[in-house]
């Protein structure tokens, strides 16, 4: 069997659940990467995205509180490549321990990798990237005294985030870079935290201050590497129809078709499962003979034994939908 080329997409709530310390993100990541081996083991050749939302919301947060006008906040933009640096350095740390635990001998390497966004994209306008740690209401309005210029938004029913800017991928920079990694054998980790925002300008590109969606770019990325499955790991085995509602059902093997009427029907929670729904529809629709696959971490074993998860194709044989 050919090996087949996965993009992994890991969210960034799934490295930092409860304990933002560097020390439990790491042992997260570390628990991730037994799984995300299991790829390596079967034959395949992997790439890995992750999110970023909780870590460089705190970033920001950790500016703020320490800035003085000799030791500045740095931009958006260099807060999400900070991420990249450390969450990088904690899943290639993670993976290189794992693959020689089995005795694989694999390079795992961090590209920092930046993503073309477009100058006039309405997004920047409107913010909804939830990003950083949950607030109560009351947490809220204090914030927003001390910061007139902060957005918030309700998350998927666990309480409010700070928003900000998340334009849609036009283009990953590095993506020739990360795929001539993939085919020398080393597993790239790369578009971390959706990638670095920047716009063409002549030979330049210029940081721009925003969080691109990491399921986005990791579905544009998927595709410019030429990957036979899109893998977006999250919180939850499947995606729901009537999520939390007496009448929950999961989506097991579900066609473009299916999912496009699902949306239309209000199903997908916005700045969650919304994206991750849109941008498995973007990777089958460009690739029709690929597969793109939401599940959990912990399911990972079951996906890649049964094939247990919620697979979307071109056309679908579920039963249930
Ligand atoms: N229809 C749905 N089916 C499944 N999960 C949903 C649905 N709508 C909203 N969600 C929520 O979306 C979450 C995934 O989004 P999020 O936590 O933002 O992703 P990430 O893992 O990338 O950080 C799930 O854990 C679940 O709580
Ligand atoms: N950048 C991004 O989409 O991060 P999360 O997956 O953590 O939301």
Redesign the pocket.
Request: aromatic share 8%; hydrophobic share 40%.
């Given at each position: 069997m050919t090996a087949r080329k996965i993009v992994v997409?890991?969210?960034?709530?799934?490295i930092l659940a409860n304990d933002a310390s560097a020390a439990a993100q790491q042992r997260a990541l570390r628990e991730t990467a037994k799984y995300l081996v299991k790829f390596i083991q079967q034959g395949d050749s992997l790439i890995i995205s992750h999110?970023n939302?909780?870590q460089v919301g705190n970033i920001l947060l950790q500016q703020a509180a320490g800035s003085t006008p000799d030791n500045p906040e740095m931009p958006l933009d260099t807060a999400v490549a900070m991420t990249q640096g450390s969450i990088g350095y904690w899943l290639q740390n993670a993976m290189a321990a794992e693959l020689a635990a089995l005795g694989l001998e694999m390079d795992v390497a961090t590209v920092v990798t930046q993503v073309v966004v477009d100058e006039h994209d309405p997004a920047f306008d409107t913010p909804t990237k939830?990003i950083g740690p949950f607030y109560s209401r009351e947490a809220v309005s204090v914030l927003k005294s001390a910061n007139p210029g902060f957005h918030f938004v309700e998350?998927?029913?666990?309480g409010y985030r700070r928003v900000v800017a998340s334009p849609r991928p036009v283009d990953v920079v590095e993506a020739g870079a990360v795929n001539q990694l993939a085919k020398a054998g080393v597993i790239p980790i790369a578009a971390g935290g959706g990638g670095i925002p920047v716009v063409r300008q002549g030979n330049q590109l210029i940081g721009r201050e925003a969080v691109i969606d990491?399921?986005f770019a990791s579905e544009k990325l998927a595709e410019r590497v030429g990957a036979d499955q899109l893998i977006?790991?999250?919180?939850?085995d499947?995606?729901?129809?009537?999520?939390?509602q007496p009448q929950q059902r999961q989506l097991t093997t579900v066609s473009v078709n299916e999912l496009r009427q699902?949306i239309a029907d209000g199903?997908?929670?916005a700045?969650?499962?919304?994206?991750?729904?849109e941008a498995a529809i973007e990777f089958v629709t460009h690739r029709p003979e690929g597969q793109a696959v939401i599940t959990s971490l912990s399911n990972l074993g079951q996906f890649i034994e049964s094939g247990s998860g919620t697979v979307v194709s071109m056309v679908s044989a579920d039963a249930n939908v």
């Open positions: 997409a890991l969210g960034g709530n799934a999110g939302g909780p939830p998350d998927a029913g666990r990491k399921d977006i790991l999250t919180a939850v499947h995606v729901y129809v009537n999520f939390n699902h199903q997908f929670a700045g969650s499962m919304l994206p991750k729904v």
